[in-house]
T-cell receptor, first 111, second 112 residues
């Protein structure tokens, strides 16, 4: 079973708008990571947030983590057509050495 | 610096055949892993390795074997291919532990 579940499964916005994706998970984590996957390509690591952090920024990306609710969100500000991709959250749990992925959010940014 | 290299990119197998998917990284990463990705789904962990000589099972290990004789290479063997193993396979590596992973471009496998 998958540790993380993303919401929404698909999101379509206009260029310039912000995109928000949410991730929920089930067990205690060491950290939570977000990855991007362009169609037919491998995944690219975007950002990592540790369990003792609440918010992190990287360029146009903002990630929040609420360990009490076991949830995270990824905000992409001022989206561009090049941001069109699938976005996955992944959790590194405390129990071992595994990285577990959610089902992903498919983001389409229309020019 | 090639990163994570997977070969082949595409493969068609007949049911019952065996094959090895190759994965190599040139970043001196200790941690390597194999995932499969099925349509519309996230990635599921097959096997992983925390260093040369050490491997362990992930979420969906049945039907697959791995070995880690060197830091650089982490091949995935399909013992007797089944149609249920039709998928895209990704190899990933990271410096220490499963964080900030670098992914290969994937191998698209079809079992007929």
């Amino acid at each position: 079973s998958q540790q993380g579940e993303e919401d929404p499964q698909a999101l379509s916005i206009q260029e310039g708008e912000n995109a928000t994706m949410n991730c929920s998970y089930k067990t205690s984590i060491n950290n939570l990571q977000w990855y991007r996957q362009n169609s037919g390509r491998g995944l690219v690591h975007l950002i990592l947030i540790r369990s003792n952090e609440r918010e992190k920024h990287s360029g146009r990306l903002r990630v929040t983590l609420d360990t009490s609710k076991k949830s995270s969100s990824l905000l992409i500000t001022a989206s561009r057509a090049a941001d069109t991709a699938s976005y996955f959250c992944a959790t590194h749990n405390n129990a071992g050495n595994m990285l577990t992925f959610g089902g992903g959010t498919r983001l389409m940014v229309k020019p | 610096n090639a990163g994570v290299t997977q070969t082949p990119k595409f493969q068609v197998l007949k049911t019952g055949q065996s094959m090895t998917l190759q994965c190599a990284q040139d970043m001196n990463h200790e941690y390597m892993s194999w995932y499969r990705q099925d349509p519309g789904m996230g990635l599921r962990l097959i096997h992983y390795s925390v260093g040369a000589g050490i491997t362990d099972q992930g979420e969906v290990p049945n039907g697959y074997n791995v070995s880690r004789s060197t830091t650089e290479d982490f091949p995935l063997r399909l013992l007797s291919a089944a149609p249920s193993q039709t998928s895209v396979y990704f190899c990933a590596s990271s410096y220490a532990g499963p964080s900030e992973a670098f992914f290969g471009q994937g191998t698209r496998l079809t079992v007929v």
